[in-house]
């Protein structure tokens, strides 16, 4: 059976964050060969449906208003019920992203319907949709299937491969006017509290310090590395509680959950709340003074020494191959 699904395309800094493209390969497999609507809501968003066609959706429809300036719960789910009173789907896709994680099930309870969040894969036999996500803190993986109603999803970042870009794809692009009724959160500005830079949730390359760097000062050898490997920098919440980085770098149960190429701890012993927002990384590297500690447990490699000794001389060794 072909389904229509449609796919919040997700915007940061008047760009679609990568998330969103790879939403809508999840919502090419959910589509089943049925079609693939993008949705944009923003202030100004138009001009972002060819990225969102070029990596595979077959039409976008934008919801412009000055009132999407910043995402609002209640601004966004109101667009979005527009939407969806309009295009009638049986797939809903979003990133598993702040926003994503705040409107889907806002958008579910609305629907009555199911919210299988946090999918890391998606299995298609036919009719049939699996999906896989994790559960106990990333030690275990779950299969779902959604038996009735409307599929609602949030794909976690940088486990679905989007398609190839395309620029060649056409497909139609439509307004839709929203009529936005009262608003019960008006955000008037956000301030970045986290230095500019990759992406700590979508980054493919992360170095991470613990309370092993010692200070705010030894952040930065992490810092050069991160550079060099064009990635960004995180933290344990031991070096979040010491003050050493900001709340914002904190990655685990209740920091960022990432799913780089690369997580490279420095420092770090590997608390079960830290791994649970790391340890489904591509390939984990733990540098830690201490042998028997527990993030080797999950590293691909392991490397026995002090940090300050062996991050430098990583820096240096991945210049020389960028040359
Ligand atoms: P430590 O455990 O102190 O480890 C420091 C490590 O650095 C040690 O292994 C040491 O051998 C090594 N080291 C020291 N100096 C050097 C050096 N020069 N070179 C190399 N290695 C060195 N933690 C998180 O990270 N994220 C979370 O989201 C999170 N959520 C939590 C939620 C709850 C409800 C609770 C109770 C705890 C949570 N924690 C979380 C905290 C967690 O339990 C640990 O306390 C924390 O992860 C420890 O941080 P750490 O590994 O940096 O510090």
Do not use: W
């Amino acid at each position: 059976m072909a389904r229509k699904v449609i796919v919040l395309g997700e915007i940061r800094d008047k760009a679609l964050r990568n998330v969103s493209f790879e939403a809508i390969a999840a919502a090419k497999v959910l589509a089943n060969g049925g079609e693939v609507v993008g949705i944009l809501i923003g202030e100004k968003a138009a001009n972002l449906a060819s990225d969102m066609i070029a990596y595979g959706a077959d039409r976008v429809v934008v919801a412009e208003n000055e009132k999407f300036k910043h995402y609002t719960p209640d601004g966004y789910a109101q667009a979005l019920m527009a939407v969806i009173e309009e295009e009638k789907p049986e797939g809903i896709v979003f990133g598993h992203t702040s926003l994503g994680k705040d409107l889907s099930p806002k958008i579910a309870a609305k629907l009555n319907a199911g919210l299988v969040s946090d999918v890391t894969a998606i299995e298609a036999d036919g009719d049939n949709i699996t999906f896989i996500r994790p559960i106990y803190s990333g030690k275990a993986f779950e299969k779902r299937v959604v038996t009735e109603g409307i599929m609602l999803v949030t794909v976690r970042p940088n486990n679905i491969a989007p398609l190839e870009k395309n620029e060649e794809r056409t497909g139609k692009v439509a307004s839709i006017s929203v009529e936005i009724k009262d608003l019960r959160t008006i955000v008037k500005d956000v301030v970045r509290k986290a230095s500019e830079g990759v992406d700590l949730s979508e980054a493919k390359v992360i170095i991470a310090g613990g309370r092993g760097v010692k200070s705010a000062e030894g952040f930065k050898p992490l810092q050069e590395l991160a550079e060099v490997l064009g990635g960004a920098v995180g933290a344990s919440r031991g070096a979040c509680d010491a003050g050493y980085c900001d709340y914002s770098m904190q990655i685990g149960q209740t920091g960022k959950v990432v799913t780089p190429d690369l997580y490279i701890a420095c420092g770090i012993s590997g608390a079960i709340q830290h791994l649970a927002g790391m340890s489904n990384s591509k390939v984990i590297v733990a540098i830690n003074k201490d042998p028997e500690a527990n993030i080797f447990k999950v590293a691909d490699y392991g490397i026995v020494g002090d940090l300050f000794d062996v991050v430098p001389m990583l820096t240096e060794e991945f210049k020389k191959l960028k040359v």
